[in-house]
């Protein structure tokens, strides 16, 4: 069966062209156009991807993208009107997989479309074993990471970051590579690694483990258990 898109766009005449743009691909699709109706068809047609606009009547979409990823891993790739860099980062931290800035051409947002799928069915399909560094374990076939056997609550681009640095443990890896293996067809600036490591930095040090992250100066971050 074909991949479901939810599409959360309040104007009807881009809602219409996003939808036809999707099914033209091949996707089955459902429509909201506010946030609150957005949550409860999500939560009833379990999408396989969401595009997600900022600014909506009621909830925001940030706020409805914040409620998502309380729930699960669903992709969601943003739909914003506002260029600043500052939303950019905002939308990537809450745990947005990509975003997309108006005006745009439909056939862009169907190849990110298509990019964070197959990045999605990727991962879903990989059956190595876990990760270890230490006390971390990362599953990449379930996208989870532990320590200790306690769960770490990682946005799937935190988890993304992770599962790349614990896959070349003692190597400095630089923000450019970071950014290639965690938001590969995003325009995010190389910063926006850094305030995602930060989060991850974080939910390390409240498990134990933040020793574990390391700071390269110059070059990036790397991952490592002590000797």
Not at 50 to 64: A, N, Q, T
Not at 84 to 110: C, H, N, S, W
């Amino acid at each position: 069966m074909s991949a479901l898109i939810l599409i959360v766009e309040d104007e009807p005449q881009l809602a219409e062209v996003l939808e036809a743009y999707a099914r033209q691909e091949g996707y089955r699709t459902e429509r909201a156009a506010d946030g609150l109706t957005a949550l409860t068809t999500y939560r009833a047609a379990h999408p396989d991807l969401i595009l997600l606009d900022v600014m909506l009547p009621g909830k925001s979409g940030l706020d409805v993208l914040k409620t998502i990823r309380a729930a699960g891993p669903t992709p969601v790739i943003l739909v914003t009107a506002r260029a600043e860099e500052t939303d950019q980062i905002v939308g990537l931290e809450l745990g947005a997989d990509d975003y997309v800035v108006k005006p745009f051409r439909p056939r862009e947002v169907m190849a990110r479309v298509k990019a964070v799928l197959r990045r999605v069915n990727a991962a879903l399909e990989d059956q190595e074993r876990p990760l270890r560094v230490g006390p971390l374990e990362v599953d990449r076939r379930a996208a989870r990471a532990r320590v200790d056997g306690q769960p770490l609550n990682l946005t799937p681009a935190e988890f993304r970051l992770l599962a790349h640095l614990a896959q070349v443990p003692g190597r400095a890896c630089t923000r450019e590579e970071l950014l290639a293996a965690a938001l590969p067809d995003s325009d995010a600036l190389e910063r926006v690694v850094d305030a995602h490591l930060a989060s991850v930095r974080r939910k390390l040090d409240a498990a134990g483990a933040g020793e574990l992250l390391h700071t390269v100066r110059g070059v990036g971050y790397r991952l490592e258990a002590p000797a």
